[in-house]
Every structure is written in C-alpha cells, then in structure tokens.
C-alpha cells in the first residue's frame, strides 16, 4: 500500500495542475494578507478563496484524476493485493498532495504573515474540505462508470454544496421562520461541510458577535468549545463517511 | 453659560475661604464627625494622610474639606460615608472607599442631597456601590475624580456617577470604570458631561433618561457592556465622543430611544456591535461621524422619523444600514459609503447614482434573525449584488443621493 501512495503522489506531485494551484493558492494569500493590515479581515477574505476555491477544485481535480488512472487501477487489481487497499491508496496519494498544496500555498503565508488562533482553524478547515471533496470524488467515482458523467457530477456536487444548499436552507428558514427553528437549524447545518467550516472559522473572529446578536442559541452552542467540537466531528463525519461507503460499494463494482 | 456658573462657584468658594479658619484632622486624633461638628461655617479642613474609620459622615455646614495626600475614608464595606446636605460645600483629595452594599439603600461614597453650588473635585473613589450621588441638586461640579469598582453583575452594583432630579450640574474629567452605569442621569436638566471617560462598566457607560438640554462633549465611552443609552430626552447634544469597542451581544455605541431634536456630531464609533441603534426618534441630525468596523453602523427602526444623517464616513462595517419597515421618512445626503461602487462623469465629488445602503441581507436577517447563520456565505453575496442591480426588496425611499466619492476628512 505505501508502494502505491508513494507513486501516485509522486506522480502528482509532478503534474501542472497541483503545481499551479499551489502557486495560485500561494500568490492570493499572500497579496491578500499583505494588502491589508487588519489580519482578521484578511482572513476573512482568505476564508472566502478557501471555502470557494478548495471545494471545486479538490472534488473536481480528483474526480478526473481516478477516471484517468483507472487503467493503473485495474492493474494493480490485476496483482495480489486487496481491493480496498488500492483504493485507499490511490486516494491517501491523491490527498496528501493536495493537501500539500494547500498547506504550501495557504498555510506557510498564514503562519508566517499571521500570529492567531484562527489561522490555524482556517488551515485545519482548509485542510478538512480537501479531504471531505476528495473523499466524494472517490465516490462519484466507484458510483460512476462514465468520466463525463462523473465530472457532470462533481460539479453539480461543489455547486449544490457552496450555493444551493445555502438557498434551500434560507428557504427553510424563511418558511418556518415563525416556529424556534434554532435547533433544526444547527442540525441542518451540519449536512453541509462548507458552511460547517464558515462557521467554525467565523466563531474563532470577533464577528462571531453578529451571530450571537440574533440568537441566543447560536453563541451558546456555536460560541462555546462544544459547538466546536460539534463543527468538527461532522466534519470527520464527512470525510469518513463518502470514503466508507466508497470502499463498501468498490468491493463489489464490476471494473 | 455652564462655565461660567462653574467661575462663580469657585470664585465664591475661594472668595469664602479666605475668612474661615483652617482645621488640622489627624487620624486617631477625635474625629472626622466631631470635628465637622465643631468648625465653623466657612471652614477648611485639612484632613491629614492616614486611614479614617468613620462612616455616615454627617456635612451640614459650608465647608471645605481637603485631603493631604489622599487620606483613606474606609466604610468597612457596611456603610455609607459622605452625606452633604449644605451648599457650596467643596470636597477634595480624599480616598473614599467601600461602602456597603444593600438592596435598601443606595449606599454612596460621596452623597449630595438638595444642595446647590458643591464642588467634587479630585477624589479617589473606591469599590464603592455608588461612587458620587446626587439627589436634588443644582449648580454642582464633578471635576477630576476617579471611581472604580468591581462590578461583576446589574444587581447589586451602583453607579459611578449618579444624578437623579438635578438641574445644571458639570461633570468633567473623570474616569470611572468598574461600576453598572458609568454616568447615570435621570431627570437632569441643561447640564454638561465633558472629558470624561467611562470604560469597562457592567452596564452602560453612560446612562441618559428623561434628561433634556444636556450636552455631552469630548467623553470616551469604551468596553462597556451595552455602550450608552440615550432614552426619553429632548435637545440632547453630543459632540466629540469616542464610542469603542462596545462589542458584545446586545451592546451599542449609543442607543437611542424616544429622542427629539437633538445632535449627534463629530464622534467615532469604532468596533462596536451597533453603532447607533434609534427607536422612536425624531428630528435628529446625525453628522460629520465617523462609523468604523462596526457590525451594524446603524440601525434605523421604522418608528423614526425626519431624521438627518449627513457628512458621515461609513467604513469596514459588516452592515451600513439596517431597518425593519418599508418606510422611511428620515434623509441620507452627502455620506461616505466605502461599499459605494457607482461613478463620478460630472466630477462634482458626488456620485451620480444613489447609493442604497441598507442590503438585502441586512433586510432579510432584521425580519428573520436566524438568517444570520448565513453570514458570509456565497449566496448572500449574491443577493446582494443581484439586488444592486436590480432592486426590488430593500427600502426605495432609504438612498443617499449624493453618495461622495471621497471620504470626508473629519481629523
């Protein structure tokens, strides 16, 4: 299994694509940091790149790049090793060099431009979204027979997650906004990693104020280490999840 | 008008001095009471370092008590220290510390009742539940104290200041932190709160009701738990104050509530949740301010009315303007609006196209709260700027018609 995580992500790690996405990564946070002098609102635009950019480009990249190794898939399928294995492998690969890319790009010009907590929330946070999108594109993948399909998918995926589930939810509350829809909204919340990791990167600036200011349960959940906590393990939930079921499904696909 | 009542009492004062005999106090040696007791109308006394014991102390004379170098007047955290019932009593340079506490009595460091013409100035004043206390009095001065507190909760804390039913009273240059309202005024008239600065209280840094013809110049209002309440007054004027960081829950810069014809001028109002919160207010002008890295600069409920706001810079605030009705009979001319992206084709430094600045966001989350979870979220981004171009939910009459494309230099 190290063999292969070692070969894709040397393979990766060569390709163009994750080299400019680091570099652009790079480029924006830097210029963004150094622009202003407030550092919260400059984390506050680079909480806007990465919750925009990282989705997208995580769940899309991977899905295209499983459709195009498949035939390296179904060689090493063809040698002794376990199914589950070469996924996984296949996917940590994929991960680890976008996640470099990101803790390149975004993460050494926090750390080195920014002295606060919230910084490292955004890295985490970054870091979580890589691993969630990649984790669904795994998915689409063993789901999906056809490339272009898969793509269709992706997109449909990042779009619904960054924009429509957004909508929805206004929609939601909107229609039920006579009844205490605090607490389903706090669960509802939870089905969608971006908005997870707004909010846990909203609660670490003093913004987070604004929130409180229109529901008491809000700063109480969200405001407290628990509502951390919570923000967090659905976010483990959602990078473990899509990858269980993706290696549940893979056993048995028909290659 | 203000100072000059000030140079006359204090010309008084002096002019009075002058005749009547200096009295040394020593700790230890009788006491404060007693020796009150025994001066004169028109005396001073020189109350000398050391720690005094004594509470309830009784003023009922004209009579200037001075301290040498702060001495300690320590109510042993049960009682009440300074009564002063005559006029023109001059109370300076002492260290006035721990009262009691009750649910009873306001229990107060320094107390004025039904006096006129009492100078307080240069005082220390202590973890006390009421620091100065006026009740009924004119013609007073509050010059140079300090009072702090602990005050951990509303309750069973006092107020540093505090003015009930008084009439042309200065108070000017204190600091006072650590108590629930930092200032408190009620049914105080043509008075003047000037220099002061007020942080840190539980409450409100300043607290203002059924106050008319009061002015409130160049005070430093910063870290207060709800910032300052201005509620049920007339011709209220307020130049020059900084109003910071008042930044919590339901904290504001200033919240104003049933004001009329009154003037907010010349102020800043940085990092505060709200910046200006108005109900039921009427013929108020509000300019030349300067509004920054507030969550909301304002918020304007329906019930105002012919409002002016004019010549303000709005910079970095997460919200300009918020309001919970359709109509809107209050006037935005002239202001500066950093989220303005119109054009300038005459060069007459204002932009030809108004400038709305309350958000569709702004609209959604004041009638449904809960859609603040979507603070900073793509699709609110997008409806707001889908609104701009096409605006169809955001109050039509809330616009700024010249909107300038230069920040005002307000320095």
């Not at chain 2, 300090?146 to 039913?165: P, R, S, T």
């Not at chain 2, 303005?340 to 430094?349: A, F, N, S």
Request: aromatic share 10%; net charge neutral.
């Amino acid at each position: 299994m190290k063999t292969i995580i070692k070969y894709v992500s040397l393979d990766l790690l060569r390709n163009k694509t994750i080299l400019i996405y680091t570099a652009l990564l790079a480029v924006i946070s830097i210029s963004v940091l150094n622009m202003d002098n407030n550092a919260s609102k400059g984390l506050l635009s680079l909480m806007n790149i990465t919750l925009l950019f990282v989705p997208l480009i995580s769940i899309l990249f991977a899905t295209i790049y499983f459709f195009n190794s498949i035939e390296f898939i179904e060689l090493l399928l063809a040698q002794p090793i376990k199914r589950n294995k070469v996924l996984l492998a296949e996917y940590t690969g994929l991960v680890l060099s976008l996640c470099a890319a990101y803790a390149i790009g975004v993460g050494l010009p926090l750390l080195i431009l920014t002295k606060q907590v919230a910084a490292l929330v955004l890295l985490v946070n970054g870091l979580l979204l890589t691993l969630t999108f990649s984790g669904l594109a795994l998915l689409i993948f063993v789901l999906c027979k056809d490339k272009t399909r898969g793509i269709g998918i992706a997109i449909v995926i990042s779009l619904f997650f960054s924009l429509l589930f957004d909508g929805l939810l206004l929609t939601f509350i909107y229609s039920f906004s006579d009844y205490p829809i605090d607490k389903p909204i706090v669960g509802l919340v939870a089905l969608n990693p971006i908005d997870l990791s707004r909010i846990l990167m909203l609660l670490q600036l003093d913004v987070s104020v604004l929130m409180g200011y229109s529901g008491a349960l809000f700063k109480k959940l969200l405001g407290s280490a628990a509502g951390s906590i919570y923000a967090v393990v659905c976010m483990m939930f959602w990078v473990t999840v899509p990858l269980l079921i993706a290696t549940l499904k893979f056993r048995k696909k028909d290659l | 008008m203000l100072s000059r009542n000030l140079i006359t009492i204090i010309f008084f004062s002096v002019a009075f001095q002058a005749k009547g005999a200096t009295i040394n106090v020593y700790p230890g040696q009788g006491n404060l009471q007693t020796t009150i007791d025994k001066a004169d109308r028109g005396d001073t006394l020189i109350v000398h370092q050391g720690l005094y014991k004594e509470h309830d102390i009784l003023v009922n004379k004209k009579l200037t008590i001075k301290g040498d170098d702060f001495p300690v007047i320590d109510g042993g955290k049960k009682y009440q220290l300074f009564f002063i019932t005559a006029d023109s009593v001059v109370i300076e340079g002492l260290q006035v510390q721990n009262t009691g506490r009750s649910s009873m009595t306001d229990m107060a460091g320094i107390r004025l009742q039904n006096v006129s013409h009492v100078i307080v100035r240069n005082n220390l004043l202590l973890y006390n539940t009421y620091g100065i206390y006026l009740q009924n009095s004119s013609y007073c001065a509050i010059l140079n104290n300090i009072a702090l507190a602990n005050a951990k909760d509303e309750l069973n804390n006092g107020n540093g200041i505090h003015a009930w039913k008084c009439n042309h009273l200065l108070i000017r240059n204190n600091k006072i932190s650590g108590h629930r309202d930092g200032i408190y005024f009620e049914f105080v008239t043509d008075s003047k709160i000037s220099h002061n600065i007020s942080i840190l209280n539980v409450r409100y840094g300043l607290h203002f009701m059924f106050s008319s013809n009061d002015a409130y110049l160049q005070n430093q209002f910063v870290d207060n738990g709800a910032g300052v309440a201005v509620m049920f007054s007339k011709n209220v004027i307020m130049l020059n104050n900084t109003f910071r960081h008042n930044w919590g829950d339901a904290a504001y810069g200033i919240l104003l509530k049933e004001i009329s014809d009154s003037k907010i001028e010349h102020n800043y109002f940085t990092k505060n949740t709200v910046a200006i919160y108005m109900e039921g207010t009427n013929r108020i002008n509000v300019a030349n301010n300067e509004f920054d890295e507030n969550g909301w600069a304002m918020r304007i409920q329906a019930s105002c009315n012919a409002n002016m706001f004019e010549g303000n810079n709005f910079q970095a605030n997460s919200f300009d303007v918020a309001t919970n009705g359709t109509m809107m009979l209050n006037t935005f001319d002239h202001n500066y609006w950093d989220k303005y992206d119109g054009y300038d084709l005459d060069k007459d430094k204002t932009g030809d196209v108004p400038y709305y600045p309350v958000s569709i966001y702004a609209v959604v989350t004041e009638r449904v709260p809960v859609t603040m979870i979507l603070y900073r979220s793509f699709l609110t981004d997008i409806m707001d700027q889908v609104e701009k171009v096409l605006p169809s939910v955001i109050p039509e009459q809330l616009k700024d018609d010249h909107p300038m494309m230069k920040k005002w230099d307000l320095k």
